[in-house]
């Protein structure tokens, strides 16, 4: 539960672990007055906003902890619109604890994640697709949710957004100028003209809704299964890509009786490593359980990594043996494995299932096999390779409002094309502001007339 | 010398006239106090009323017993509803009237009223006492004691009239300023600015070659704005239409070095919807050409209002171009287009009463709030009118929602967002336009009216009551009555919509575009009955229920989602300060603003969602 209140709160702002620096930030309305005391020689409290102001740091019984510089914002121009004193210290452990104490002990309390941000929201310094940006940032898991987050608080879905939002304005102005201003020699929008509007918007939304699932792959992680009779080196696989010890390696079929889910990131993506139970007719209890877990599995997942033990292994039961994997949506990667220890007879046998998946070749022991699995995970997530140039939307509450946003503009387009009164179709033009407002802040009748007075000559 | 009035009003312009007659028939004394009894309810720039949305508002005006619809239908030289072509929300009465005809069926509407007394000077200061407006100082030093007292100064606050380089005081063309009003209020603590609007020269009709124009006639037969059947003239007369040119253009630009618009003279905010001459070529340089409405003035005068060709440029720049309009060849003028500057008070200060935070008693409607029109200070005064009377008898506040009228959309905007130009209303301000249309303006409010105690409301309910009555009937009808192909498919064919395959509910095939009670009644004879010796304005307010019901029903839901933040009440003592969570700027905003409800404080600008989550938390929603 966040606080909403003026109260100073103080959180280490730099990553924790030792860098040459720590950021330490106060924020609150005796942020300066607890800086002061701790720095009583460097006249804080005189100094200018966005000053930066070196000082011998001390601790309220007086010892000296650190050299530090000392940051003032002055509120409301800063990050929270409150009072924020940000002080560099060295980065030891020690000292950045003995700090955080000593500003404890003088009125502070250790901020909850996210409030600073929490705060800039409230006090209306960041909209709240960047606020919730924010928030995302700071669960960030991986570089490449880190740059999704980081793309949307630059405005990366912001200005895309607001984009749409100049387009919707414009069609409804287009609308609204017609029927407040009939009587007005201006030439007004044909219906051609604003179904193309509504069409360049609808396609433009379709866009950004498609990005979500991708969107949220990449927040999520991308669950990929690893999946394949028992003892076909799953395990082994898993290990290499993670390069160590997570899963139970044995000789012994069965081992992996439970899932295993690790993380795995390759250039900036996660993918959700999902070790699963090997898949038999399971001879106790507990494995048939595992079995059914794998199954379940391999159901939800992304990806599906098939192992085959090629050595071991009769392909016509292989290609069985996928077939009753009944995959619907997944993408299957079918993996030869042991080719290490396979001869060439055995090698050819798969030939027939290499024509209807796409298979790979490796030895799960190989590092290079393995980096070459990699490009292959990558090439399988459509438009993964453009991530840094897309936008895409990743917040659920932003898809929620864009279908709604999508829906009303069809309805529109549909409307239109009924020839319905244009006053009725402007009713489903602003249920889509409305929507779309709930992301970009809302949309008045104030945006719509000064898009009219800025472009049409009205006023007899 | 006085009596201690219920009321004072101070203005006799459209806000005025609708606040003294509210007041005094709802049963207060009330004393119109104005600087020239020979100027009640001029028409100070065009002899017109209504229009998009302005023609709903006088609809409304008149639903809660207001008079500025019956004294339009009883002075209309033309009568046009707008707009027709398009759906029943954009539907709009407008008129064009006889201007002095207008301002003398006023006065005498007002001197038929018992309650109303006259006198005649210009009201210098308001008395206070104890934060409470108790009468009103004139120039010789009268002290008229009141109740409550509503400001309608118009544009006559400090009013300074521009053309070309001369500037002058003024209220109007020929009258002179109001002073001492302002000077008081900012010393009470009021926040004052300036706005400026401007007016098209007069031109003798006498000297137009009308051949060259395009005729502009009403439309036939008998519109009008009140649900009464108020007596019409019966003559109509045209208007006409003509353009000015580049030649035209070309010499009004000779005049810009000397336009008190371009060389900052004038200071005050003028509206972007009805821009000078000068302006519509400065910022729409592309066009060559633009459309003036030529309007008469009235049935016995060849006095003729330029709409459109609204000017503050030297007189003799705007005589020299308007000779270059096709028609005004010979053109004499009677009086040059002037621009005039006003003190206005940003409306912010007021609550949803239109009575002032500062002073108790205190009232302002129309252009002292920074609106602009007839209809909208007709609208204020009125609301001003009844919410003084009420305060004073210690009622309820009568405040409409959004919802249920465009008054109650103009004045929410006004106290909770202020204007930085004179307001007009749009449709587009209104979230509820398939609610606030001018076939239901009674339906919507007429009522209300009538339980606050209105005089002379019962023939209105009355005619309110047969109107719902056809309106169910039709409802009911169109429900149970099926329709075989072989009785509609003839009509249906013949507007270009599908024939039936086989009979249907007749409400389907209603709700269908293009098809009409009218043209169903021809195959129908059943329905016919129904409709005979209906009046047109009824039939077409049961049609627009059935057609558009689903419509209808959408924004009534939506409407009643937002209800209950209307619900919620705030004291005007709440301590915004003091409440943490609450940005800064809604913390200044609600504490000057002090709305009544949450609803308000969501529409205040700069008091963003999350701020209305921490007010309803700390009132425990």
């Known amino acids: 539960m966040i606080h909403l209140t003026d109260d100073t709160i103080v959180a280490l702002s730099t990553p924790t672990g030792s860098g040459a620096i720590g950021v330490i930030r106060l924020s609150g309305n005796k942020a300066f007055e607890i800086a002061a005391q701790l720095m009583p020689n460097a006249k804080l409290l005189a100094a200018k906003s966005h000053s930066a102001n070196f000082g011998k740091l001390y601790s309220p019984k007086g010892e000296l902890l650190d050299e530090v510089v000392a940051t003032i914002f002055k509120g409301p121009r800063s990050y929270t619109s409150q009072d924020i004193v940000e002080i560099s210290c060295h980065g030891s452990a020690f000292i950045i604890k003995q700090i955080l104490d000593a500003c404890l002990e003088l009125g502070a309390r250790l901020a909850q994640p996210g409030e600073f941000t929490m705060r800039a929201y409230l006090n209306g310094k960041l909209d709240l697709a960047q606020a919730e940006a924010v928030a995302d940032l700071i669960a960030a898991e991986s570089a490449g949710a880190h740059a999704l987050a980081l793309d949307q608080l630059r405005g990366g879905v912001s200005e895309r957004i607001a984009e749409l939002r100049e387009k919707l304005i414009d069609v409804a102005s287009l609308l609204e100028l017609e029927l407040d201003f009939g009587e007005e020699d201006v030439e007004f929008a044909d219906r051609t003209q604003l179904n193309d509007l509504l069409t360049s918007s609808i396609k433009m939304i379709e866009e950004l809704v498609n990005s979500f699932s991708l969107g949220n792959a990449i927040k999520e992680g991308i669950s990929t299964v690893l999946a394949g009779r028992p003892n076909a080196g799953k395990s082994t696989l898993l290990n290499t890509l993670l390069d160590d010890d997570r899963a139970i390696v044995s000789d012994i079929a069965g081992t992996t009786r439970d899932t295993i889910e690790e993380l795995l990131i390759i250039n900036g993506l996660t993918f959700r490593l999902i070790d699963t139970a090997g898949i038999r007719d399971a001879a106790d209890t507990i494995e048939a359980l595992g079995v059914q877990r794998s199954l379940e599995k391999i159901e939800t997942g992304a990806i599906v990594l098939y192992l085959i033990d090629i050595t071991e292994t009769n392909p016509k039961e292989a290609a069985a043996d996928i077939l009753k994997l009944n995959l619907q949506k997944q993408k299957l990667l079918v993996l030869l494995n042991k080719i290490d220890q396979a001869n060439s007879l055995q090698i050819d046998q798969f030939k027939s299932l290499e024509n209807t998946y796409t298979t790979i070749h490796l030895s799960a022991q190989s590092k290079d096999d393995i980096a070459r699995l990699k490009q292959h995970l990558i090439k399988t997530i459509e438009g993964a390779d453009a991530l840094h140039k897309r936008t895409i939307i990743t917040n659920q509450r932003h898809v929620d409002a864009l279908r709604r946003t999508l829906v009303a503009l069809e309805t529109a387009r549909n409307g239109l094309a009924m020839q319905l009164p244009s006053d009725l179709v402007a009713l489903d033009l602003r249920a889509a502001l409305n929507s779309l407002g709930e992301i970009t802040g809302a949309i008045t009748a104030d945006d719509l007339l000064g898009s009219i007075f800025g472009r049409f000559c009205i006023g007899k | ?621």
């Open chain 2, 1 to 621: 010398m006085f009596p201690t009035y219920d009321v004072i009003v101070v203005g006799g312009g459209h806000a005025g006239a609708e606040a003294a007659a509210a007041a005094a028939r709802l049963g207060s004394k009330v004393c119109l106090v104005t600087m020239n009894m020979q100027t009640i309810a001029q028409m100070s720039c065009n002899p017109a009323m209504g229009g998009v949305a302005k023609g709903q508002i006088v609809r409304e005006i008149d639903a809660l017993g207001g008079m500025s619809g019956i004294v339009s239908d009883r002075s209309t030289l033309q009568f046009r509803l707008l707009n027709k072509s398009k759906g029943p929300a954009m539907w709009s009465p407008r008129s064009q009237n006889d201007r002095m005809m207008f301002a003398a069926e006023w006065r005498e509407l007002l001197e038929q009223m018992p309650n109303v007394d006259f006198w005649q000077e210009m009201a210098t200061g308001i008395i206070v006492k104890d934060g409470r407006a108790c009468g009103v100082r004139t120039g010789i030093g009268q002290e008229i004691p009141a109740k409550a007292v509503i400001l309608t100064n118009g544009t006559f606050l400090n009013g300074l009239i521009h053309i070309g380089e001369k500037q002058f005081g003024g209220g109007r063309a020929g009258e002179r300023a109001s002073t001492g009003i302002t000077e008081q209020l900012l010393e009470l603590g009021f926040e004052s600015a300036r706005m400026k609007t401007g007016t098209p020269p007069r031109v003798d009709g006498r000297t137009l070659d009308w051949s060259v124009m395009e005729v502009q006639h009403g439309d036939e037969g008998e519109g009008r704005f009140s649900y009464l059947d108020i007596k019409q003239p019966e003559k109509r007369l045209p208007c006409h239409i003509t353009y000015t040119n580049k030649a035209v253009h070309e010499i009004l630009k000779t005049g810009f070095d000397r336009s008190p618009m371009f060389n900052g003279r004038i200071r005050g905010l003028g509206p972007r919807y009805c821009p000078s001459i000068e302006d519509k070529i400065e910022r729409f340089a592309d066009r060559d050409r633009h459309q003036l409405f030529v309007e008469p003035e009235g049935f016995n005068t060849c006095e003729i209002y330029v709409n459109g060709f609204s000017s503050s440029l030297p007189e003799d720049v705007q005589y020299k171009a308007m000779r270059l309009i096709p028609g005004f060849e010979n053109a004499k003028m009677f009086r040059p287009g002037y621009a005039i500057e006003y003190d206005f008070f940003q409306p912010t200060q007021l609550n949803a009463t239109l009575e002032t935070h500062l002073v108790k008693g205190l009232y302002f409607a129309g252009q002292i709030n920074g609106t602009t029109g007839y209809e909208e200070a007709a609208c204020q005064g009125m609301m001003a009118g009844i919410n003084a009377h009420r305060k004073i008898n210690e009622h309820d506040p009568f405040v409409l929602k959004r919802s249920e009228a465009y008054i109650g959309v103009l004045i929410d905007d006004l106290i909770n967002k202020g204007t930085t130009e004179p307001y007009r209303m749009f449709t587009s301000r209104a979230e509820y336009r398939i609610l606030l249309r001018q076939d239901n303006a009674d339906v919507r409010l007429t009522r209300k009216a009538a339980d606050i105690g209105m005089a002379d409301m019962d023939e209105r309910l009355d005619r309110l009551k047969t109107k719902e009555e056809l309106a169910e009937q039709l409802d009911s009808l169109t429900k149970k009555m099926s329709v075989t192909p072989d009785q509609v498919n003839g009509y249906l064919t013949s507007i270009g919509s599908q024939p039936l395959k086989q009979g249907v509910k007749l409400r389907s095939v209603l709700a269908r575009p293009h098809v009409s009670l009218e043209g169903l009644r021809a195959v129908l004879p059943e329905l016919d009955t129904v409709l005979q010796g209906q009046t047109q304005e009824l039939i077409d307010h049961a049609e627009v229920n059935i057609k558009y019901e689903g419509y209808i029903h959408r924004e009534v839901e939506q409407a009643e989602k937002l209800e209950r933040l209307e619900a919620v009440r705030l004291s005007p003592e709440f301590d915004y300060i003091g409440l943490s969570g609450l940005s800064n700027e809604a913390r200044e905003k609600l504490t000057a603003l002090k709305p009544m409800t949450i609803g308000q404080a969501s529409r205040i600008s700069g008091v963003s969602p999350s701020d209305v989550s921490v007010l309803l938390v700390h009132i425990g929603r």
